[in-house]
C-alpha cells in the first residue's frame, strides 16, 4: 500500500495572480503530455494525471510536480487550465508542436 504523501500541496489562495507564466518544467511537461496526443482540454488534463502517476516524464509523480507549482487539485484547475492555454498557444517555432492545433479551454470564471 503506497505511504501517504509527505509534501506540501501549493492551495490556490497562496498562488501568484492569473497570468502567472509557469514554471520551465511544468511548461515541459505540459508540452510533453500534449506532444504525446495532441489532446485537448479536459481529455489532456487526463493524460496529465496518467503521465504523473505512470511517472512517464523524468520520472516525476504527483508529488515531484507539486513541488514545482502543478497540482491536479479542482481548486487549481483554472490555474492548470491557464497553464495550458499559456503553453500550448505559444509552442516554439520550428518545434514538432508549431502548427497550430485545436484546443478547448474552460474561460476563466465559466465554472465548466
Same mark, same amino acid.
Given at each position: 500500500?503506497?505511504?501517504?504523501?509527505?509534501?506540501?500541496?501549493?492551495?490556490?489562495?497562496?498562488?501568484?495572480?492569473?497570468?502567472?507564466?509557469?514554471?520551465? !518544467?511544468?511548461?515541459?511537461?505540459?508540452?510533453?503530455?500534449?506532444?504525446? $496526443? /495532441?489532446? #485537448?482540454?479536459? *481529455? %489532456?488534463? !487526463?493524460?496529465?494525471?496518467?503521465?504523473?502517476?505512470?511517472?512517464?516524464? $523524468? /520520472?516525476? #509523480?504527483?508529488? *515531484? %510536480?507539486?513541488?514545482?507549482?502543478?497540482?491536479?487539485?479542482?481548486?487549481?484547475?483554472? $490555474?492548470?487550465? #491557464?497553464?495550458?492555454?499559456?503553453?500550448?498557444?505559444?509552442?516554439?517555432?520550428?518545434?514538432?508542436?508549431?502548427?497550430?492545433?485545436?484546443?478547448?479551454?474552460?474561460?476563466?470564471?465559466?465554472?465548466?
Amino acid at each position: 500500500m503506497p505511504k501517504p504523501s509527505t509534501v506540501a500541496h501549493a492551495r490556490s489562495d497562496q498562488l501568484a495572480p492569473a497570468g502567472e507564466v509557469p514554471p520551465p !518544467d511544468v511548461v515541459e511537461f505540459i508540452r510533453f503530455c500534449h506532444d504525446r $496526443r /495532441g489532446l #485537448g482540454w479536459p *481529455e %489532456l488534463y !487526463d493524460e496529465m494525471c496518467s503521465v504523473a502517476a505512470r511517472r512517464e516524464f $523524468r /520520472g516525476w #509523480g504527483h508529488d *515531484e %510536480l507539486a513541488v514545482r507549482g502543478l497540482t491536479f487539485s479542482l481548486f487549481d484547475m483554472q $490555474r492548470m487550465a #491557464g497553464w495550458v492555454r499559456q503553453v500550448i498557444g505559444r509552442s516554439p517555432a520550428g518545434s514538432a508542436t508549431a502548427a497550430p492545433r485545436s484546443i478547448i479551454l474552460p474561460a476563466p470564471g465559466s465554472g465548466g
